[in-house]
């Protein structure tokens, strides 16, 4: 079974619209933290927001924020007023334990089309 | 400061031959990962280095791949004999650990390999 499973291959989102990309997650470590990372065309990976399993809250970065449901492990990623610049590839990702040197278990990403 | 570099940016070269790979990680960061992504798919992780030593290599696809790390900095990442399917963006991505909570991982830019 896939522990990361994005359902959306591609995403389309007029400018200043709000958008959310969706991320399941399959784990049976109680402890584990939730990524999403954006991939321009320009090829880096650029850390935008992280989900703790025991964070009481959902988790926000400015335009972004993390709607995180343990009981359906689900933690979709929402990106308010849309701007041409999140155009780019989207991933969830996962890392199990608490360690810290665990790696990041990636999906197969969402791209992201934003329209003036 | 400085980002994770990678070396070289695009590699070509013939089926058969041995290519290095090289990463320079952020100055202080003990945690070093290699992915690989294949075009339009998410990443695959290669191995992580934990200081110099490397106790999880269970991503690496064959025995053709190698990789090691010196003075807890640079690593390199040989792939013998290299094969067509070997085609695709190797990243690397350094990361803080211990005391830190999220212990996100920062990315290089990536070093393109066409195996012809």
């Known amino acids: 079974a896939q522990k990361i499973t994005q359902t959306q291959p591609g995403m389309f989102v007029q400018e200043k619209e709000a958008v959310t990309l969706d991320c399941t997650y399959d784990t049976s470590d109680p402890s584990y933290g939730l990524f999403w990372y954006k991939q321009p065309s320009s090829g880096e990976m650029i850390f935008l927001i992280y989900?703790?399993?025991?964070?009481?809250q959902n988790a926000t970065e400015g335009r972004y924020s993390l709607n995180f449901q343990k009981a359906r492990k689900s933690a979709n990623l929402v990106i308010s007023a849309s701007q041409l610049g999140d155009s780019a590839m989207y991933f969830c990702?996962?890392?199990?334990?608490?360690?810290?040197?665990?790696?990041?278990?990636f999906g197969k990403g969402t791209m992201l089309l934003v329209s003036p | 400061g400085a980002g994770v570099s990678q070396s070289p940016s695009n590699k070509v070269t013939e089926k058969g031959k041995d290519v290095e790979l090289r990463c320079d990680p952020i100055?202080?960061?003990?945690?070093l990962y290699w992915y690989r992504q294949s075009l339009g798919q998410g990443l695959e992780f290669l191995i992580y280095f934990q200081g110099n030593s490397a106790p999880d290599k269970s991503g690496l696809p064959s025995d053709r791949f190698s990789a090691e790390r010196t003075g807890g900095s640079v690593s390199t990442l040989t792939i013998q004999r290299t094969q067509q399917e070997d085609s695709a963006v190797y990243l690397c991505?350094?990361?803080?650990?211990?005391?830190?909570?999220?212990?996100?991982?920062?990315f290089g830019p990536g070093t393109r390999l066409t195996v012809t």
């Open positions: 989900q703790g399993s025991y964070d009481q």
């Open positions: 990702a996962m890392r199990e334990g608490n360690s810290g040197y665990s790696t990041l278990t």
């Open positions: 991505a350094s990361s803080l650990v211990g005391g830190q909570v999220i212990n996100e991982q920062y």
């Open positions: 100055s202080g960061h003990t945690a």
